[in-house]
């Protein structure tokens, strides 16, 4: 069984149909990639899987169950968490005041706080810092390590590299790799050269219909089936 199976997903926003068929299946472990243009509907996948938006028809089977129709916050405490694209930090709080409020009790475990200064050491070393003061990178980690400060299945990651220098899109695929050990990812990106050093299974978005799915070494070996479904290797 997947741990996260969307079948026949249709989401409307309004009046407009922006997804049409989204049906893949994303297995435990390792990282998923969730590849597509501009507008494709990637953002809209994440938010229909977390309650944002409420696709109809289509179901979200998460570790088998419909969840498709449930409240986001009955979606997170089945352990599903989610990074927007716009990192949902606060940036007048400092880095430990973003991470007690994303814990459940407001404490932290010791454990996880290891892990999560073992994995971003910079959040460590700006603990007391306001989180606006932090690079582009560091806010990035910030808003990871708030999805995993409690123990979750899932994670849903948009667009995690957009902005960012090649040399913090280094470190952050490395720190996303020893995550994703422990919690599966669910990644979208528009940067392939970091999502075919991540991922194990992908999945191409285009015009809010799944086009493609497979291995992602596969994929990455075939560059005319990458220029016929993303236009990237011009
Ligand atoms: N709130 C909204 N109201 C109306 N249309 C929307 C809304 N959000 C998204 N859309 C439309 O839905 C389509 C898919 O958007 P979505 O953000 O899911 O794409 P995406 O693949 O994530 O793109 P990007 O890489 O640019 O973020 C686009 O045509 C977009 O204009």
Known sequence: ????????????????????????????????????????????????????????????????????????????RKGIAYVPENMGIFGGLTVEENLVLATAKGKFDPARLKRIYDLFPALEKFWTKQAWSLSGGQKQMLSVARAIIEPRRLILIDEPTKGLAPAIIDGMAEAFLEVGQTTTILLVEQNFNFAKRLGQGMAVIDDGRIVHTGSMAAFAADTKLQDQLLSLSA
């Open 1 to 76: 069984m997947s741990l996260l199976s969307l079948q026949h997903m249709k989401t409307s926003i309004g009046q407009y149909h922006v997804l049409h068929d989204v049906t893949f299946d994303v297995p435990e472990g390792g990282v998923f990639v969730l590849l597509g243009r501009n507008g494709a509907g990637k953002t809209t996948t994440l938010r229909s899987i977390m309650g944002l938006w409420t696709p109809s028809p289509g179901s979200v089977l998460f570790e088998g169950a419909d969840i498709s129709g449930l409240h986001a916050s009955a979606i997170a």
